[in-house]
């Protein structure tokens, strides 16, 4: 399973070296899609479409790469016959570039990759070990609390709940508004999730105030962040080629404001993936935005080198 993306993310030339600031990672999984598919061609889509966005970001001093080195990997594949095995799989291809000497950008694939992400997380110098230290930030349409999906407890739908089960320390959900009552209710009863939900902080009578509150709360932000990007988060006609767009979702604005908060605070970011990424058949637009949010990823990494060097 797994296509090997032909081309550069953002069509940067790559030196032979042997380490990286920031490393793309496609991850063309998909084995537990409920509706629409096509997650599996995501991350090569979304590489070709990266090399229409431009390299210009307005928090640099110059266009990308502003001197860092990239390298975009091999995409992960496996034969592998189960989902565990696949997973397990996830796991070891990631492990090499959680040493803390690259920053991780993957490309998914189904957002079941979540949970061997955050295993593999687990060799991370600044966790050394242990998870419970590490936030994940969720930008989402779907809660993915359910503890079983279609009778699968390792769902693209029980991506957060599996996170949790590993020992991540806090989930905080932003955009959720798509949930089950099982889902409401455990997010209410687990004292590590927080959740932001579209509707506070969209609706039109008093969707500012949510949004300021979101803000704030991510200005606090202390300790390892890992940010889990699912382009469902994204307003339905922006991604519509996801396997479940939903209305009622963030603007492109809204996310960019929202990553750099994250980046602006005291957080110490280790890394994102941007999952559920399905190409169009008709259309370039899915794949497109979530390039778009890729780039913001590494231009507000690169910002936050470049300030810590005094650049």
Request: aromatic share 8%; proline share 6%; net charge negative.
């Amino acid at each position: 399973m797994g296509d090997d993306a032909p081309f550069t993310f953002l069509g940067l030339s790559e030196d032979d070296l042997a380490s990286f600031d920031i490393a793309i990672l496609p991850i063309p999984f998909e084995m537990t899609t409920s509706w629409g598919e096509g997650t599996e061609h995501g991350p090569a889509a979304c590489i070709a479409a990266s090399s229409q966005v431009e390299l210009f970001d307005p928090l640099l001093p110059s266009e990308l790469p502003c001197g860092l080195n990239y390298h975009t990997a091999t995409a992960w594949s496996s034969e592998a016959p189960s989902l565990l095995e696949q997973l397990s799989s996830i796991k070891s291809y990631l492990e090499p570039w959680m040493n803390g000497e690259s920053f991780p950008l993957i490309l998914g694939g189904e957002h079941g990759i979540l949970p061997p992400i955050i295993e593999s997380l687990s060799a991370h110098p600044k966790l050394s070990g242990d998870v419970s230290q590490l936030t994940v930030i969720q930008i989402d349409a779907h809660a993915d609390l359910r503890d079983s999906l279609n009778e699968e407890r390792f769902s693209h739908g029980t991506a957060a709940r599996r996170a949790l089960d590993v020992g991540i320390g806090g989930l905080l959900q932003i955009g959720i508004r798509a949930l089950c009552q099982d889902e409401a209710e455990f997010a209410n009863a687990d004292s590590r999730v927080e959740t932001f939900y579209a509707r506070e902080l969209f609706n039109p009578i008093n969707g500012s105030e949510g949004w300021n509150r979101l803000l704030d709360r991510i200005d606090t932000l202390e300790g390892p962040v890992w940010l889990t990007f699912d382009i469902d988060g994204l307003d339905g006609s922006l991604v519509p080629d996801t396997g479940t767009p939903v209305p009622g979702g963030l603007s492109h604005w809204g996310a960019v404001e929202i990553i750099e908060h994250m980046f602006a605070s005291k957080a110490d970011i280790l890394g994102a993936d941007v999952n559920e990424i399905a190409p169009g058949a008709d259309s370039p637009l899915t794949e497109f935005n979530a390039a778009l949010i890729a780039t913001k990823i590494i231009a507000c990494h690169t910002a936050t080198l470049l300030h810590a060097k005094g650049e």
